[in-house]
């Protein structure tokens, strides 16, 4: 049975007051906060057990390569991958992107040909792209969503020509929270030989994730939205784009053989993981996916269904409010402005004084902005702990933001 207060109750950062109220954190969009088993294997993979990972024979080494390792079974249990193998380390979702840009895009790419996009696409699944644009004289094609907020699959598939040789697409909007049919998208992609680069930063904290029954060739995941430490991520590929694929960093552990005038690179997945790595923020990651296979993917997905549904029918009783995105299948993300209100930030800083913690500002999605056409938005998202209270607690501020700036 799912206890939200039982939950509340393993995250040591809820129970503090700010501004002298009781925390309200409604920024999980941004970076989730970290239970106490998160912290405990923080502590104790830095005061107890580290060494450096892959280099030596000594006890503490192996216990760090141990527990570092580990974590890419949890990770290809978590997105259910076929194998670990699959699953490459990366500092989170940011780096995932330059990875498919630089390591299998760049190669296979030459002026002229085409990169399919959302316009709710965050800047880490845009920013990569456009350096292809910029180098290469790629072209990026854009599919806009229709007036709630959706994306239709069809219009996707629609775009892509003889020319398109990626379709790069977020699962869940980090604006509007609209949830993507990227299954969809991947089964039409895949009839045309098109492969699918999935930006799941927003989606594999709310729902649960296979991607195998997806059918994506590359799924990115970011660690510190997943309740783990920032710094840490991976990125899920299939072994045939895998195959394609050169290395992107040299260094250290990504190769087998170094001579004077010859290299050789190590297999998949390390040929892509160069240096030292975030050791302790992947062990950590790792204790944060158990974490949450433990509460359980589905039970996390109807609880947050339910405040999803509960904030829809509270904010919506603001007439006064706008919310961007009427999508009927959204995560438990809503963003919004205020009729008369000033800027997004001073709604978010009244809403501070009381306790509450919202985004403001254009969320790293400009393009969709744009397209919009506001500058700027407030943004409540919400993750396992929060709580109908906490949605009310919301209401309540929001409702004095009307008050003083109406």
Not at 20 to 46: E, H, W
Not at 318 to 345: C, M, Y
């Amino acid at each position: 049975m799912f206890d939200v207060e039982a939950i509340r109750a393993q995250f040591p950062i809820l129970s503090r007051e700010v501004n002298g109220k009781p925390l309200c954190y409604l920024d999980n969009g941004a970076s989730a906060q970290k239970p106490q088993v998160v912290l405990d294997t923080i502590q104790r993979a830095y005061g107890h057990e580290y060494a450096n990972v892959h280099r030596g024979l000594h006890t503490l080494s192996t216990i760090s390569t141990e527990n570092y390792e580990a974590t890419r079974g949890t990770i290809a249990r978590f997105l259910n991958a076929p194998s670990e193998d699959h699953i490459v380390f990366t500092s989170g979702t940011t780096e995932a992107m330059n990875l498919v840009s630089y390591a299998w895009a760049m190669p296979r790419m030459q002026a002229g040909d085409e990169i399919v996009l959302s316009i709710m696409e965050h800047h880490a699944n845009i920013v990569p792209w456009h350096f292809l644009r910029e180098r290469m004289g790629v072209k990026l094609v854009w599919v806009e969503t229709d007036v709630n907020g959706d994306l239709d699959p069809q219009a996707v598939l629609d775009a892509v020509t003889e020319r398109t040789k990626l379709i790069a697409i977020t699962h869940v909007s980090n604006v509007l929270g609209t949830v993507v049919d990227v299954k969809s998208i991947c089964a039409g992609a895949r009839t045309r030989g098109v492969p699918v680069c999935v930006d799941g930063s927003q989606a594999a904290v709310h729902m649960p994730v296979d991607v195998a029954d997806i059918g994506c060739d590359f799924y990115a995941i970011t660690g510190h939205k997943l309740y783990g430490p920032s710094g840490s991520g991976a990125i899920f590929i299939h072994p045939d784009r895998q195959a394609e694929m050169r290395p992107f960093i040299g260094g250290g552990d990504m190769i087998r053989d170094v001579h004077r005038d010859e290299v050789t690179w190590n297999d998949p997945p390390h040929k892509f993981e160069a240096g030292t790595p975030g050791i302790v923020q992947t062990i950590g990651l790792g204790a944060a996916l158990e974490w949450m296979m433990n509460v359980g993917m589905e039970n996390i997905r109807d609880h947050e269904a339910d405040l999803t549904a509960y904030a829809r029918t509270r904010l919506d009783g603001l007439n006064w409010l706008n919310v961007q995105g009427k999508s009927r299948d959204k995560a438990a993300i809503f963003s919004f402005t205020i009729e008369g209100a000033g800027h997004p930030h001073d709604i978010s800083t009244v809403l501070d004084k009381k306790g509450i913690a919202v985004r403001a500002g254009q969320h790293c999605a400009q393009p969709l902005m744009e397209h919009m056409g506001i500058n700027a938005t407030c943004r409540a998202s919400f993750g396992v702990y929060n709580t109908r209270a906490e949605v009310d607690k919301l209401v309540e501020g929001l409702e004095l933001c009307h008050e003083l700036f109406a």
